[in-house]
């Protein structure tokens, strides 16, 4: 059965540093999404992109964050500036269509 | 401003003992309710999709139902398998979004043998 997939599964970054989280999305899906959950906290959106652009992002993707899809595979959520309250798990999620999205097993963010 | 909010925040069962998990919204213009389980460390995994009152979906133990401002989860017979924390989430109206999930805080659901 098809899933998405996210690297790495832990990242460790120093306060300042950049970090790119990466994702694959299933194979023929069309609409793709980033969440992030803060520990003991509700699952938040960040960000939905569709057809190479970014058709929503809430307020906390503020100008830090960006995302791309480089390629026909892979879809990627950059911080540029890490801060402490950056560290959270960030969710990758894709769906065929506006309805129920897949999430993948999430990226755990560590800033020190 | 569109909230949802989910109770009770954490559930003991005995193995066996059938309970419900209610999801209240307040979203104009519903376009969909989803049901995820996340086990801890892990991604939301997708259970069920609900789009109009009255609806009801199953699977294996699980029962999701709606009404126009709330939904639940029913559990029958559960199993110490079924231990985890269930998100119920509704997806922004229409108007410019891509469909992006608002999601309640969870409730944490414990099965004990």
């Known amino acids: 059965e098809p899933e998405v997939t996210q690297t790495p599964s832990h990242q460790v970054t120093q306060m300042g540093q950049e970090v790119i989280l990466r994702c694959v999305p299933i194979s023929n899906h069309l609409y793709f999404y980033w969440y992030r959950q803060i520990l003991g906290q509700k699952v938040e959106f960040l960000v939905s992109?569709?057809?190479?652009?970014?058709?929503?992002k809430s307020e906390i993707f503020d100008d830090q964050f960006s995302v791309e899809r480089p390629d026909g595979s892979n879809f990627t959520l950059k911080i540029r500036s890490t801060k402490l309250e950056d560290s959270a798990m960030y969710f990758c999620?894709?769906?065929?269509?506006?309805?129920?999205?897949?999430f993948g097993p999430g990226t755990r963010l560590t800033v020190t | 401003e569109d909230q949802v909010t989910q109770s009770p925040e954490a559930l003991r069962l005995q193995e066996g003992e059938s309970s419900s998990l209610n999801c209240s919204y307040t979203?104009?213009?519903?376009?969909?309710l989803f049901w995820y389980r996340q086990d801890p460390g892990k991604g939301p995994e997708f259970l069920f999709t609900?789009?109009?009152a009255g609806e009801e979906k199953e699977k294996e133990r699980l029962k999701a139902t709606l009404t126009k401002k709330e939904s639940f989860l029913h559990i029958t017979a559960p199993k110490p398998e079924d231990s985890a924390t269930y998100l119920c989430?509704?997806?922004?109206?229409?108007?410019?979004?891509?469909?992006?999930?608002?999601f309640g805080k969870g409730t944490k659901l414990s099965v004990k043998p």
């Open positions: 609900l789009y109009s």
């Open positions: 992109f569709y057809n190479n652009e970014i058709s929503e």
């Open positions: 999620a894709s769906s065929p269509w506006q309805g129920e999205q897949y």
């Open positions: 979203v104009s213009g519903l376009r969909g």
């Open positions: 989430a509704v997806q922004a109206p229409y108007g410019g979004s891509q469909g992006n999930l608002i």
